[in-house]
């Protein structure tokens, strides 16, 4: 199949797939004599495992991780566990920060009178954050 219709099958653009040839995220698929690509089913089952990985918020790197896992049928399961465990905390960092960044925006968007003056807290805070509080 040509790129499009590995796209297609894939979920994963032309565009992308040619960048993650370009990264080596993954191989080079087989060409014809007039330089075209030719996807067989192992090269779409491959992009649908990245597009899986990526949707989940692994990094390329990580990516790049799994699949070397994936391809490793004498890897412990163990290892992919730890692998995915470590994500998950990453990711349960990142929701409480995010989450931090809400309450803070909500306090200041609470406090701010929303009306034709032109004074306003969540201005005041993003121009001086040290400050923030002592109002």
């Known amino acids: 199949m040509n790129i499009g219709e590995a796209a297609s099958a894939s979920g994963v653009s032309a565009k992308m797939i040619r960048y993650y040839e370009s990264i080596g995220l993954i191989e ?8 075209y ?12 495992f990245v597009k899986r990985a990526r949707t989940l918020g692994f990094s390329i790197e990580e990516t790049r991780e799994l699949l070397a896992l994936w391809h490793d049928k004498s890897r ?20 409480a920060e995010l989450q931090g960044m809400a309450q803070t925006l909500r306090h200041l968007a609470h406090n701010c009178h929303g009306d034709h003056r032109p004074d306003c807290p969540i201005l005041e805070d993003l121009a001086d954050p040290a400050g923030a509080g002592r109002h």
């Open 28 to 35: 080079p698929p087989a060409r014809t004599e007039a330089g």
């Open 37 to 48: 690509r030719v996807y067989a089913g192992e090269d779409v089952h491959a992009l649908r």
């Open 76 to 95: 412990a399961s163990a290892d992919v566990k730890a692998f995915a465990l470590k994500h998950i905390g990453e990711l349960e960092t990142k929701i």
